[in-house]
């Protein structure tokens, strides 16, 4: 199947009435409450309300009910000037990330704006380095004028908590301290989705049911369950229609249900979603590249999205001109969703942590136990316990030694690396900074002075060839 490429001709990104007559089914936009100025609806879910997130929308019914859309991914680059110190400071940082000792590794970690980030041991050429918690992965740069100081990856779980506005600026307030911003935030890529619930087999129809400018067409299923179609992955902007719900029981992110469940998901009802996804290339097209301009333009973006890039259609036999074929019933409802209204609730909390579920945490427990208890031919629960424990504080005295170190300080250096991973411990005070920096300052002038002494015997050696020379060898 052939298809146009990505660079068509720039179109506009104003909202239009766009009709079709051969469309199968063109539902009227969705309305809703304004949002709050958290982001929420200011509607409760009681009969005679607006129409919001909370309350049944007109255009949902037995077919099709949407459930919740917005920004699901956003990566923004700023031109800036990191400070010094912050360099200097980062680069020891990450020194102490690439340490050999787990307890110098466990230091790898930068608190600011009342955060706490890991310092990775790697980063790029470009930007050698990152910070990460729950909230943001930070990839920052040296000073430079050819690069921007810093690239910033939103994590998906903190945009369902907070308006991607809401989350840029709590991200300048931590830029601000990492040096001088010098513009406005650049968008690099924006994800924009839509959840929703719909009776319609999404297996239903062939690749040539997808009118495109992509260049690939892709069904996609796991243990031979039909999951989801992707059209256009790797150019510049792409789309995945995929079955959600099974992908957050598989990664274990289930803090979407309550969000669809509030918004009238019934507990049996599998959740679809379509997702698109525009590179900085496409969006630099249009002539939007700061992040405002992009905020104000998400209708234009996801109509020139599902109406010009990307159609599902129902192919006509009879009609060789693709482009007439009528629209499918499913695409007019996803096509026609409003992005000027509320796109339903937010996460009422977040905590910028990343942290593993306690089921996962508690199965790698259980099994260690099991496996101990097996290979001891204990039944006994109790006994079995205290046994484990007992060989356990042996297992930790054991290695600990190799380093001189307690038991305990052995299990606190693995906590301490574990804290740093999930960002919830500082593991050094300013106090343990400030002694930090004094003894690289001394092992630095330790090195200089033999530096300088190598320099000098060097020296040394090579005038005492030159006079040898210079007698004629004797």
Known sequence: MSHQSDSSSKPSLSRSNITDSNAAVRPPARTCAPR???????????????PSNTVPYNSNNDYFKLLRFGVDSLYLSYQGDIFPEVQERLTKLKQLAQHPEAYQQALAQYAIAGRIFEVKDKGSSVFPFVIEDGAFRISVSRASKFTPMAYVKMSSRY????????????LRSILNELGTLTASAHVSRIDLCADFVSNENMESWDREAWVTRGKKIDAHAVDEKFTGWSIGLGGNISCRLYNKLLEILASGRVDLIPLWEATGRKPEEPVWRVEFQF??????????????????????????????????TIPNPDDQTRSRWPLHPLWGYLSSIDWETNGGPLARSFEATRLPEDERIFA????????????????DYGDGLDR?????????????QFQDLSAENFLLGKIRLRAKEFNTILNYSEEDWKRLEREWKHLEKERNRLEDDRARLEMDKAAATYRKASKGGK
Do not use: F
């Not at 790698?364 to 039944?379: D, E, Q, R």
């Open 388 to 400: 484990y424990q007992y060989d356990l504080y042996g297992y930790l005295q054991d290695k600990g």
């Open 279 to 312: 590179m900085r290339e496409i969006l630099a097209q249009h002539g939007i590249v700061d992040l405002d301009s992009v905020l104000a333009n998400l209708n234009g973006l996801w109509s020139y999205a599902t109406t010009e890039w990307l159609r599902l």
């Open 36 to 50: 709050a100025a958290d982001g929420r609806t200011h509607s409760e879910d009681a009969k005679g309300t607006s």
């Open 364 to 379: 790698l427990g259980a099994s260690s136990i099991a496996s101990y208890m097996a290979k001891h031919a204990i039944t």
């Open 159 to 170: 945009l369902s908590s907070i308006t991607p506005k809401g989350a840029e600026e709590q």
